[in-house]
């Protein structure tokens, strides 16, 4: 029997409820439901709509069918069109005609909608701890890489040295915005539905403000019809999560990158490499590649929200049912993806002396070379033409870039010392730079950007 029997007198064709039913996606909300439902009880109870006997005994029937759920004893019916008809059906079954005062003054509309929130609640705390364990593992090898270094890159050309941990934190960095992100969208997203009904309130002595509190929302829906229809705070928590991708893509791909022969300057550990099942010799980098790889996906999920929003009329249509997969989906890959990238950054080698070899070749100080001559007079752009006609010369010639210096009028034997290795990286000194001095001072603001957040998230330090 349907919820709508007493309308619609024939039962739903099968098609139309394999079409239909979302039970297989939304059985993740059962805990949110659980919860939502239990405030309604207690709501009804405050409004006079139920005696305090009939809210004990639908609070116990609840109580029962969550443990149910939670062993998995709970007998899913073939009506079951989602988890919200599974779990008033069982109510019913248990509590008899009290499970029928259940629904009352509620729709599925305001109680989904409440729902997701309780889910995006739960589970933006859930992934925002994994980016902070991801971002205390990059601090932590940032402060024990020292004063390693490697060339930084533009255009992926060699371009100038920077500290390892510099770069480390750079990912570290576009993290921590994710965190704020993430944080900002569950602040917008605490806002209760319960008690919209279907799309205007109800007649009888709901108690929205009431429910709200209950379940632990800063505050309760302004506007029925918004309250039933909006997902902005799904689109959100897509976008949020899409960005994550993104940067761990970013972060993925330059693990790609050193782990290949040609770089050199980082070896996976065995228990984050895949092996191939062909080719004996095959080391590979699956997990940062899937990083990269989901990222696709958390992109999609975000464009067909959006897609199923735009032009939808106030108020709930069934279309909506569709914020769920993606959003359950972006939600799961993004979990998995950060305590794999967590456990892969814990335990990648770094091969500094290959970065260093790499960092410490001919041109990497030619800036060095530039700001020498500027200091002592001689205009940027000149200085910069004087430099690269060297380095020209060097390449066309065969010529050791430092004898050209050694020999130049304006150069000389002070000016070659720039060129000795590791010198390059130290004079980068700027607040924010890629030398030692400025990054043991990033360093710290770092590690207390991280402490402020885990508090701000309510993770402690671990
Ligand atoms: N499974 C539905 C959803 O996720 C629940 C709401 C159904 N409401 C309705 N009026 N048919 O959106």
Do not use: C
């Amino acid at each position: 029997m349907t919820l709508w029997h007493g309308r619609l007198g024939s039962g739903t064709a099968a098609e139309v409820m394999a079409f239909t039913a979302s039970l297989s996606v939304d059985r993740r909300l059962a805990a949110d439901d659980l919860a939502g439902s239990r405030a309604h009880v207690r709501g009804l109870g405050r409004g006079g709509l139920l005696t305090a006997e009939e809210v004990s005994t639908l609070l116990a029937a609840l109580d029962r069918v969550e443990h149910e759920l939670e062993t998995g004893s709970f007998v899913f019916a073939e009506g079951d069109e989602d988890i919200h008809t599974a779990v008033e059906r069982r109510v019913t079954e248990i509590a008899g005609d009290v499970g029928a005062k259940l629904h009352t003054g509620r729709s599925r509309n305001d109680q989904v909608a409440t729902d997701l929130r309780l889910y995006v609640r739960r589970s933006v705390a859930a992934v925002v701890s994994g980016i902070l364990e991801v971002e205390e593992v990059l601090r932590t090898r940032a402060v024990e890489v020292g004063d390693a270094y490697l060339p930084g890159y533009t255009h992926l050309q060699r371009a100038q040295p920077v500290l390892l941990a510099h770069h480390l934190l750079a990912h570290g960095w576009a993290l921590a915005r994710d965190v704020d992100r993430l944080l900002a969208t569950a602040t917008r997203a605490d806002v209760s539905a319960l008690g919209a009904g279907a799309l205007a309130g109800s007649s009888l002595a709901l108690d929205p403000v009431g429910t709200a509190e209950d379940l632990g929302f800063a505050a309760a829906f302004d506007n029925s019809l918004d309250a039933v229809s909006d997902r902005d705070f799904v689109a959100e928590v897509l976008f949020d999560l899409a960005l994550l991708g993104v940067h761990l893509s970013r972060l993925g791909e330059e693990i790609v990158l050193w782990s290949t022969e040609e770089f050199g300057f980082a070896v996976l550990e065995d228990a984050y490499a895949t092996g191939s099942s062909m080719l004996p010799q095959k080391k590979n980098p699956d997990v940062a590649e899937l990083a990269r790889g989901k990222t696709g996906r958390l992109v999609g999920n975000l464009t067909a929200l959006l897609v199923t929003l735009k032009g939808l009329p106030l108020s709930y249509n069934r279309d909506l049912q569709e914020d769920k997969e993606p959003l359950f989906d972006s939600v799961e890959q993004t979990t998995l993806a950060l305590a794999a990238m967590a456990g892969l950054l814990r335990t990648v080698h770094f091969d500094v002396a290959t970065m260093q070899e790499a960092a410490d070749g001919p041109t990497s100080a030619a800036v060095d070379l530039a700001e020498w001559l500027v200091e002592r007079g001689m205009p940027f752009r000149q200085a910069h033409a004087v430099v690269g006609g060297l380095v020209r010369d060097s390449l066309e010639r065969h010529v050791p870039l430092v004898e050209l210096v050694d020999a130049h009028p304006d150069l000389g034997p002070d000016a070659v010392a720039l060129l000795e290795p590791g010198t390059a990286v130290t004079r980068r000194t700027t607040p924010g730079g890629a030398g030692p001095v400025p990054v043991a001072a990033q360093l710290e603001r770092f590690a207390r950007r991280l402490e402020r957040d885990r508090a701000r998230a309510g993770t402690p330090a671990g």
